[in-house]
């Protein structure tokens, strides 16, 4: 007899906290006709590809591009240019720490993410990803690195549950997308376009980044929307609203809006712009 329990490793969705995940999220109202969106937003040329390996990290690296895209907002904003890269390793044993996880390489929640980007991004250089998972996890992040983990944090999140929001806070310049979802082999792109999803039994859990939008269209006029994947065999993939909608109405999906604004608002941001992370 097969088990069909589904085997949650990296993005541990039987430890989800949904309810409070909602429960503290800041509602946006602002829709298409409160801005004007730019044709696309093209997240590579603002983000590097990293590949965890042969660890359960892709909450952990997902946050990190989150942070790194925000924080590219800030820098465009404020005229700055700097090569900012957050701790994917950090972002991920912070995370394991605030689930009760920490020790194994078990994986972790978008909620206890949340707790990290609101605690603040330490940046690469002070806790560099290595694998495999250290024997030290638990003594390995210390109290010097948590006070200086105050580069860029998160103000408020919003619980995305529809394409039309998770493309208004996107194409608005609000903020990141945070997705935590079922995952198995038909999540991939050999092509780099994702028109379809099918869900399983046994899907395992992943978690990964909604950043910015293509100019491809579906017979609706919606974007398609960039996925940032920390697999190595899978980097940018053009995701079709489609399978948003397929994975908004999924049982085991929890997608969440990262803003460094304590209400999200739409901004005018220069995306178009070749930054040093490019």
Known sequence: MVDPTPQFTGYRIDFE?????????????????????????????????????????????GNANCGEYLWAIVDRLHGYDADHQISRLYCYLEAQRFDGLIGSDSGSTISSGLKVAYAGYLTEPLLPYSTPYPRNSRSLVTADMRAKATGIKIKSHAWLDSYAKIFNYLASGA?????????????????????????????????YAFLGYSKRKD????????????????????????????????????????????????RSVDFTKESLLA
């Open 17 to 61: 906290r949904r309810d409070e995940i909602i429960a503290s999220s800041t509602e946006f109202s602002f829709t298409l006709k409160d801005y004007d969106a730019p044709e696309e937003i093209d997240p590579r040329k603002l983000i590097r590809h990293d590949d965890q390996g042969n660890m359960g990290s892709c909450g952990g690296h």
């Open 219 to 266: 017979s609706k006029g919606r974007n398609y929307i960039w996925r940032k994947n920390s697999h190595s065999n899978d980097n940018w993939t053009e995701v079709s609203p489609k399978v948003i909608d397929q994975l908004c109405a999924h049982q085991y999906t929890s997608i969440v809006g990262m803003s460094d604004l304590e209400t999200p608002a739409p």
């Open 175 to 207: 903020g990141s997308v945070f997705p935590g979802t079922a995952w198995n082999n038909s999540f991939y792109a050999s092509n780099g376009v994702l028109e379809s999803v099918s869900f399983g039994m046994r899907d395992g859990g992943h978690a």
